[in-house]
């Protein structure tokens, strides 16, 4: 079974730097793309960030300039470096694997992780 595991997160002061990374474990042979979601409390989940195999990357208006993503396809793992954080970037930062391949989804499926708080706050 595909698992995606996201780490850290955590509290960080206005104008402060995080770096996220995301895992995808178990039987893979591909991952189509990787992304990143988040939700603020109250507010409905939304695109942040993300990368397909070969290295191409897009960003949501609101992190454009100030996040980066970046993938090691070897190690199935993609990280969100986030710089110059607002407390607008406030909340549950989730990893998204899109087109996960493996013997038993040779066509490839989707996968979340449970996601990883980021807290932006002085």
């Known amino acids: 079974q595909v698992q995606l595991v996201e780490s850290g997160g955590g509290l960080v002061q206005p104008g402060g730097s995080l770096r996220l990374s995301c895992t995808a474990s178990?039987?893979?042979?591909?991952?189509?793309?990787m992304g990143w979601y988040r939700q603020a409390p109250g507010k409905q989940r939304e695109f942040v960030a993300a990368?397909?195999?070969?290295?191409?990357?897009n960003y949501a208006d609101s992190v454009k300039g100030r996040f980066t993503m970046s993938r090691d396809n070897a190690n199935n793992t993609a990280y969100l470096q986030m710089n110059s954080l607002k407390p607008e970037d406030t909340a549950v930062y989730y990893c998204?694997?899109?087109?996960?391949?493996?013997?038993?989804?040779?066509?490839?499926?989707?996968?979340w992780g449970k996601g990883t708080l980021v807290t932006v706050s002085s």
């Open positions: 998204n694997a899109r087109g996960v391949k493996n013997f038993r989804h040779p066509f490839g499926m989707d996968y």
């Open positions: 178990g039987t893979i042979f591909s991952i189509n793309a």
């Open positions: 990368i397909t195999s070969g290295g191409s990357a």
